[in-house]
């Protein structure tokens, strides 16, 4: 019989993550205490799965605006009226540098990220997987694509061009994705995983919290996230974009957010949870106590559309907390 009376980070490591009515307490802690306990278990599960390295990986926004779905949240929908710039594909030239740069800044992933339903086709394919090639080619920094609903042979490709890493987040669980979006399934970002993984790809998939779910739905994603096994889980934390239809919500408050990372660290003991979107707007001066919750990773530099924390000050919380960067990772 299992041992009922195990902390939850020795229920984690053994493989029994909370059940979801558990983890939909967890995510709402009544005070800061009970927020410390809880980070203190989930600090734990990292430092004994993952260690002291933390990843910090960039992105470009290599094609941006005007995309066919709705979802509630973006600034690039065809369907919301913002701001968010409007640009063709960048050139290999161009995403190359972009790379070299995040590089430099000490990012050892790098995503090539495109606006839009599905994966490009045609010279845009082309274009992108010349890019990875010359990232991996030159051992610039590992590349990895985020380019919507994919296809086996457009999965193909892209392996073949080098890409390591297939970037789709499942964005909500499947009891409230439906209220996040309308013009394709939750089903279909679940077969996108399936087909990148089945060409070879490792995948990186998560979520974001905030979208005016309850604390249970917010577990239901956790959950169905950890069902998938992914090799990198991205963390997003809603920050309510002006024209689109979530502008009103409140975001999380920091304590609601670093509870986030730690249920999502007891539900993937050693999978990197890297904090991406949101997370300056959300966790403002509170940044570094993401790695005393569970956060192995982080996004550094600006994101899609909004502005993020530069390499430089989250290098420096690193410095402070005595963790160590990783510089370059393992590429088969």
Sequence with gaps: MPDESATLAQRALAGRPPSLEEAAALLEPGSWADLCRLMAEAGEVRQRALGDGVEFCAIVNAKSGRCSEDCAFCAQSAHHQTEAEVHPLLSPDEIVAAGRAAAQGGACRFGIVTSGRACPDGPELAAICRAVERLRRGEIISPCVSLGLLRPDQARDLASAGTVRYHHNLEAGPGYFGRVCTTHAYEDRVATVAVARQAGLEVCVGGIVGL??????????????????????????????????????????????LAAVAVARLFNPRVHIRT?????????????????????????GNYLTTVGRQPHQDAADLEVLGLKLVRRVQQG
Excluded: H, K, W
Aim: contains cysteine; hydrophobic residues 40%.
């Design 212 to 257: 005016g779910e309850s604390q249970l739905q917010r577990a239901e994603l956790m959950a169905a996230v950890a069902g998938l096994e992914p090799d990198s889980l991205p963390l997003n934390f809603l920050n309510p974009i002006p024209g689109t239809p979530l502008q009103g919500l409140e975001a999380l408050t920091p304590r609601q957010a």
């Design 276 to 300: 991406c979107g949101g997370r300056r707007q959300v966790l403002a001066g509170l940044s570094p106590l993401m790695y005393l919750a569970g956060a192995s990773a982080t996004m550094t």
